[in-house]
T-cell receptor
Framework: SQQGEEDPQALSIQEGENATMNCSYK?????LQWYRQNSGRGLVHLIL?????REKHSGRLRVTLDTSKKSSSLLITASRAADTASYFC???????????FGRGTSLIVHP | GAGVSQSPRYKVAKRGQDVALRCDPI?????LFWYQQALGQGPEFLTY????????KSGLPSDRFFAERPEGSVSTLKIQRTQQEDSAVYLC???????????FGPGTRLTVL
């Protein structure tokens, strides 16, 4: 079963545009993480936001968390062709060490 | 430094064959996770080790799946009598005792014919 659901499932934009992906989840969480997966590769950790945080930045990435709406967003500013990948949110709950992944958003950035 | 490595990268098996997938975690990482990722889906948890102890195997889909980490380092995921529905990418991840950030290997793509 998958806790997080990313939206949209697919996103196609031009280089230089911003890309926004959303993640909604069902139950209370301790933290939420975003990962990137390039085709045929493993996942790369991008950013973690804890339940008591509302916004975090890392380079061109901005993550927000709204626990009242049980949702998070990942914004990639000034996108590049190299940002083409699938992006997954993963939630951590209770005392579990095991993150629960969503189905991902497939992002294509056209040069 | 070296990341998580997995072997083989690709495996084709005939239905009914047994397969063994290997994961070499980052040196010193206590926690090790196995995931199954079907095409177009996110990773689904299979099992979790802390050192050599298998603390959670609730995600293993059947008793044909078995994982071990006998010396608390390298781990092997074994699938017996493979079925077509076992076709997927099997991902391994490791982390330090803090559970927050997992470092993933490139995965093994298993195709069962």
């Amino acid at each position: 079963s998958q806790q997080g659901e990313e939206d949209p499932q697919a996103l196609s934009i031009q280089e230089g545009e911003n890309a926004t992906m959303n993640c909604s989840y069902k139950t209370s969480i301790n933290n939420l993480q975003w990962y990137r997966q390039n085709s045929g590769r493993g996942l790369v950790h991008l950013i973690l936001i804890r339940s008591n945080e509302r916004e975090k930045h890392s380079g061109r990435l901005r993550v927000t968390l709204d626990t009242s709406k049980k949702s998070s967003s990942l914004l990639i500013t000034a996108s590049r062709a190299a940002d083409t990948a699938s992006y997954f949110c993963a939630t951590g709950s209770g005392g579990s060490y095991i993150p629960t992944f969503g189905r991902g958003t497939s992002l294509i950035v056209h040069p | 430094g070296a990341g998580v490595s997995q072997s083989p990268r690709y495996k084709v098996a005939k239905r009914g064959q047994d397969v063994a997938l290997r994961c070499d975690p980052i040196s010193g990482h206590v926690s090790l996770f196995w995931y199954q990722q079907a095409l177009g889906q996110g990773p689904e948890f299979l099992t979790y080790f802390q050192n050599e102890a298998q603390l959670d195997k609730s995600g293993l889909p059947s008793d044909r799946f078995f994982a071990e980490r006998p010396e608390g380092s390298v781990s092997t995921l074994k699938i017996q009598r493979t079925q077509q529905e076992d076709s997927a990418v099997y991902l391994c991840a490791s982390s330090i005792p803090s559970p927050d950030t997992q470092y993933f290997g490139p995965g093994t793509r298993l195709t069962v014919l």
